[in-house]
């Protein structure tokens, strides 16, 4: 299995980004998909995920500013990235486990992507 992250760039705050994950091996329809992310400096942290349906959970500190979203037809997570703050710029990681249950632990995830750079400018 392996994931591909891409979509990072470098944008101005309130500015929006689309993060994508492609998925290529396996099932991607049962796997549940998360994002990390981590700061210089800073230890890795969980940003947001979604089960095998619609069930999703975010970090407070993005909660009503990202979405996330799937799509199994193109084995394809997404991270819908609104109002960016510069406190969002980090290296943002997609990452996969099986069965349907979100967990906001980096060790319950079974495959990582290699990151994407997002850098928000003041």
């Known amino acids: 299995v392996q994931l591909q992250a891409s979509g990072g760039g470098l944008v101005q705050a309130g500015a929006s980004l689309r993060l994508s994950c492609e998925v290529s091996g396996g099932s991607f329809s049962f796997y549940t998909i998360g994002w990390f992310r981590q700061a210089p400096g800073k230890e890795r942290e969980f940003v947001s995920a979604i089960s095998w349906g619609t069930d999703t959970d975010y970090a407070d500190s993005v909660k009503d500013r990202f979405t996330i979203s799937r799509d199994n037809a193109k084995n394809t997570g997404y991270l819908q990235m609104n109002s960016l703050k510069p406190e969002d710029t980090a290296v943002y990681y997609c990452?996969?486990?099986?069965?349907?249950?979100?967990?906001?632990?980096?060790?319950?995830?079974?495959?990582w992507g290699q990151g994407t750079q997002v850098t928000v400018s003041s």
């Open positions: 990452a996969a486990k099986y069965l349907p249950t979100i967990v906001r632990t980096d060790h319950g995830y079974n495959y």
